[in-house]
């Protein structure tokens, strides 16, 4: 994998995402206002800057889980291929997809509880400042350890499908695209 062609493209790729997360989770938290009003509000209140709060925090999730789901992955699919002497089925490879995304939801979580710290503080608050370690800090300082892991089963159950079914269908695509390249001549 290449990192530095594969990091700049969570950075993009967050550009996109971060809006629609504020947005959303905002949204989840409102009592009654609708997704364009909810919109509406963070760019008159905030600007466009309200839309990228988190932004950092979302980056410093995602690198990490990255770092974490893919290798594992591979090392998992490695390792099942060896244990029975072939390379593994595309459904396998989703089973060590569920797996590896799980793992890396689960020890990325607390980087996860920060960035919704950060996305969901009230405008001009100290964890609307955008600081990770001071976001974690006090989720720590108010709840511990269980509060730096609050969600840790939905988040690794949500993930875990997402892997399973993405990794598998990458798997799926990729081995037909290979074998669609040998029978070309």
């Given at each position: 994998m290449d990192?530095?062609?594969?990091?700049?493209?969570?950075?993009v790729a967050c550009l996109i995402r971060v809006p629609s997360e504020v947005v959303k989770q905002r949204a989840q938290v409102s009592a009654s206002s609708g997704t364009f009003h909810i919109f509406s509000n963070i760019l008159c209140q905030e600007g466009i800057q309200?839309?990228?709060?988190?932004?950092?925090?979302?980056?410093?999730?995602?690198?990490?889980?990255?770092?974490?789901?893919?290798?594992?992955?591979?090392?998992?699919?490695?390792?099942?291929?060896?244990?029975?002497?072939?390379?593994?089925?595309?459904?396998?490879?989703?089973?060590?997809?569920?797996?590896?995304g799980g793992f890396a939801a689960a020890v990325t979580t607390p980087l996860d509880v920060a960035k919704t710290r950060i996305m969901l503080a009230k405008a001009g608050s100290s964890p609307a400042s955008g600081n990770v370690l001071s976001?974690?800090?006090?989720?720590?300082?108010?709840r511990g350890l269980s509060g730096l892991f609050a969600g840790v089963f939905p988040r690794m159950a949500a993930i875990s499908l997402g892997g399973f079914i993405f990794l598998g269908a990458y798997d799926q695509t990729r081995s037909f695209l290979l074998e669609l390249g040998r029978e070309s001549p």
């Open positions: 990192r530095p062609g594969f990091t700049a493209s969570l950075v309200g839309l990228y709060r988190g932004y950092k925090s979302t980056v410093l999730r995602e690198i990490p889980f990255s770092l974490v789901q893919f290798p594992l992955w591979e090392s998992l699919k490695a390792l099942w291929s060896w244990r029975q002497d072939h390379v593994v089925d595309s459904w396998q490879s989703a089973v060590c997809g569920a797996f590896a976001a974690l800090h006090g989720v720590w300082r108010t």
